[in-house]
């Protein structure tokens, strides 16, 4: 019996076109940067150190220019605790913690935040919009972008102003 399935490969299929000046260029022309977010551990801060950093949120997403996509991704990862024995000016009781705690299975967690300059034509489509057809007709391909270098290091510079401003606060 003969099969007659088309062979393509993951690089076909993976959407990312490039990587320019820190950020991903997809096959769609839009543009990611990416950031790791250091955020305060749950129930340790306190009611008005949440309303500043909910407002700084709040500012920081207002900043960014029209049909930007804002995504949060959170990471939990089970590692084991692994204290620090060798310091030998801890306390008996922080000694007795170290010891306690050695081994013991917790959650690390680990955020990231990508921000998405797209356009209106791709934010009026459903997501999963393509994903049962083929659609490399209307993907960039690497040799428009370049013919187009110098928009694109406009609209990189764009982006970069846009996404400091907005990460700034």
Same mark, same amino acid.
């Not at 950093?53 to 997403?61: L, R, Y």
């Given at each position: 019996m003969r099969n007659n399935s088309k062979i393509t490969t993951l690089e076909a299929k993976f959407p990312l076109l490039s990587i320019e000046q820190g950020c991903m260029v997809s096959k769609d022309a839009d543009i990611t940067v990416a950031f790791r977010v250091e955020l305060p551990e749950l129930f340790t801060v306190t009611s008005a150190e949440y309303e500043a950093?909910?407002?700084?949120?709040?500012?920081?997403?207002k900043v960014l220019p029209n049909y930007t996509i804002v995504h949060k991704q959170d990471w939990f990862i089970k590692e084991r605790y692994q204290p620090k024995m060798a310091e030998s000016g801890l306390s008996f009781l922080s000694?007795?913690?170290?010891?306690?705690?050695?081994?013991?299975?917790?959650?690390?967690?680990?955020?990231?935040?990508?921000?998405?300059?797209?356009?209106? %034509?791709?934010? %009026?489509? %459903?997501?999963?919009?393509?994903?049962s057809r083929n659609v490399t007709n209307q993907r960039w391909q690497k040799a428009d972008l370049v013919s187009s270098h110098v928009h694109l290091t406009d609209i990189l510079t764009s982006v970069l102003s846009c996404t400091t401003q907005s990460i700034s606060f």
């Open positions: 950093m909910h407002s700084a949120w709040h500012k920081a997403i000694r007795a913690s170290n010891r306690h705690f050695n081994e013991r299975p917790f959650l690390h967690h680990s955020v990231y935040l990508f921000l998405t300059k797209t356009n209106k %034509q791709r934010m %009026q489509r %459903q997501s999963n919009f393509g994903l």
